[in-house]
C-alpha cells in the first residue's frame, strides 16, 4: 500500500517512507512528518520480496527498517524522526550564547508569544521537543478560530504561525528538549538533551499537556502499533475499509472521528460518560450524528487490549449493564484529556496546583500576599509563576481555557509583562 501525504503548501517533491505500518519507528516518522507539513509518500511494505525489491533491504525484519529516500536521492537507513529532521534542515542550534526571551513549547501559546516577542526586537527562541503545533498541531480542522470561516488544520495553522515568528527573527529548535533548568543571576539557564544549553533573561513556560492515559495493560506494548495518543492525522489515510475506534468525548476526539470517517469503513466513538462532554461544541456533535459511518457509543470502556505484533482486539465494557465484549480492531486513537508534564518545576521552587498546573499571577496570592518563594517587592505579574521573570501560558497554565484562541491571547499577552520584567533588571 502507497500512501501519499502532500499537505497545503508543501514542496512537491516528497519524501519516500518505506517501512511496515505497524511498528512504532514508522509511526513516529509518519506524525512527525504530517506535523511539520513535509510532503511524504508512505510505502507500506506488505512482504519479504516487496522489502527487497522496493526498499533494498533482505526483508521486512531487516533491523535497516524504516528507509527514508529524500527527494536529492540521500538514503537513510534505521530512519529516526532526529535523522530525517536533520537531513531535511529542519534542526537548528541556538546561534546566541544569551537571549531576551526563552519560550518551552511550539503549540498556540509558544508561537504567539514568539511572534510577538521578536516582532518588538526581543532575541527570542523557542525550543520544542517534537514538531511545532502541540496538541492543537494535530487537529484535522480548527473551526472557531477567528480568521478561517472554513477552518483550518492545526498543523497548517502551527507552520504559518512558525513562519511568521521566524520572519520576525525568533530562533525555533525543532526536536529539542530541555532536561535541567537553573535559576541564577536573574538568568534561566537550560541543559538540553542533546547537551546543548539556553540561557535567558526570561522564560516563558507554554508546553502544554501530554495526552492522558488509559491506565490499563499493554498501552506500552501497542503504542504507535495501532494504538495512538491523540489525532494521528498521518494513519487516517491507512485506515480504509477498517472499523477504527475513537476514545474520548470532548471536541479534539469528535474532530478526530469526523476526520477518520472520511478514510476508514466505519468510526465509533467510545464515550465513557452519558453523553459527550460539555467542552464538544454543539456543531461538531451534530454533524458526527448525521455522519452515517459514525457510531456515538456511550457509557463505554476500553478494559483491555491483546494482539500479537501490533493491536488487533480490544475489550468494551458496556457501563450500563457491567458485560465486557470484545472488538476486533487494528487502529484505536485515545484522546481523553491530557496532563501537564511539569514534574521539572518540583526542585525549582515553581508553584503548581495538585493537578501539576503552574501557578501564576494573582492566584499565587494569599491574603493579597505573594508566596514566600517571591522575593521582590512588587507582586507577580498576571502570568507569572512564583520565580520572577518565569512566565506561563496555555494549556499548561492553571486555570487556563482549553481553546486555541485562548492559548494564543495569552502567549500575546504574556509579552507585555516579559517587557516589564526585563526593564527592571
Not at 80 to 88: F, H
Not at 124 to 150: D, K
Not at 374 to 390: A, K, Q, V
Request: net charge negative.
Amino acid at each position: 500500500m502507497t500512501t501519499e501525504v502532500d499537505p497545503p503548501g508543501a514542496d512537491p517533491d516528497r519524501v519516500r517512507l518505506y517501512g511496515v505500518h505497524t511498528t512504532p519507528d514508522g509511526y513516529a516518522l509518519r506524525d512527525f512528518l504530517s506535523r511539520s507539513t513535509v510532503a511524504f509518500e508512505w510505502i507500506d511494505l506488505s512482504h519479504d520480496d516487496q522489502a527487497r525489491r522496493d526498499a533494498g533491504v533482505d526483508g521486512l525484519d531487516d533491523p535497516r527498517l524504516p528507509v527514508c529516500v529524500l527527494a536529492d536521492g540521500t538514503r537513510l537507513e534505521r530512519a529516526t524522526v532526529q535523522s530525517v529532521a536533520k537531513q531535511l534542515d529542519l534542526l537548528t542550534t541556538a546561534r546566541s550564547r544569551e537571549y531576551d526571551l526563552s519560550i518551552y513549547g511550539a503549540g498556540p501559546a509558544g508561537l504567539s508569544a514568539a511572534v510577538a516577542a521578536a516582532s518588538e526586537g526581543l532575541r527570542t527562541v523557542v525550543v520544542e521537543r517534537e514538531a511545532v503545533g502541540g496538541q492543537a498541531g494535530a487537529s484535522s480542522l480548527i473551526e472557531n478560530f477567528p480568521g478561517f470561516p472554513g477552518g483550518i488544520s492545526g498543523a497548517d495553522l502551527a507552520e504559518r504561525a512558525r513562519q511568521q515568528a521566524a520572519s520576525f527573527g525568533a530562533e525555533i529548535l525543532l526536536v529539542r528538549e530541555g532536561v535541567e533548568a537553573e535559576f541564577h543571576d536573574g538568568r534561566i539557564d537550560v541543559r538540553l538533551a542533546d547537551g546543548g544549553r539556553v540561557r535567558a533573561r526570561a522564560n516563558l513556560c507554554a508546553t502544554g499537556v501530554e495526552y492522558r492515559r488509559l491506565g490499563i495493560d499493554g498501552e506500552e506494548r501497542y503504542l504507535g502499533a495501532g494504538l495512538y495518543y491523540g489525532a494521528a492525522l498521518s494513519e487516517a489515510a491507512l485506515c480504509a475499509d477498517e472499523h477504527v475506534y475513537v476514545v474520548g468525548g470532548g471536541n479534539s476526539a469528535g474532530q478526530a472521528a469526523r476526520h477518520l470517517a472520511a478514510y476508514a469503513a466505519h468510526v465509533t466513538l467510545l464515550v465513557r460518560g452519558e453523553r459527550p462532554a460539555a467542552s464538544m461544541s454543539e456543531y461538531l456533535l451534530s454533524r458526527l450524528r448525521a455522519t452515517p459511518n459514525v457510531t456515538i457509543a456511550t457509557r463505554r470502556q476500553v478494559v483491555g487490549l491483546s494482539g500479537a505484533a501490533c493491536l488487533e482486539r480490544i475489550v468494551v465494557r458496556d457501563g450500563s449493564t457491567g458485560r465486557e465484549r470484545t472488538e476486533p480492531t487494528g487502529r484505536m486513537f485515545v484522546l481523553i484529556g491530557g496532563e501537564p508534564n511539569t514534574e521539572w518545576a518540583r526542585d525549582l521552587g515553581i508553584i503548581r496546583d495538585p493537578g501539576g498546573y503552574l501557578v501564576t499571577g494573582p492566584d499565587l496570592l494569599d491574603a493579597g500576599r505573594p508566596p514566600a518563594v517571591w522575593d521582590l517587592d512588587r507582586d507577580p505579574f498576571y502570568l507569572e509563576t512564583s520565580i520572577p521573570g518565569s512566565f506561563a501560558a496555555g494549556d499548561v497554565r492553571h486555570g487556563s481555557v482549553k481553546r486555541v484562541a485562548s492559548a494564543v491571547g495569552e502567549g500575546s499577552m504574556a509579552i507585555p509583562f516579559v517587557h516589564r520584567h526585563l526593564e527592571s533588571l
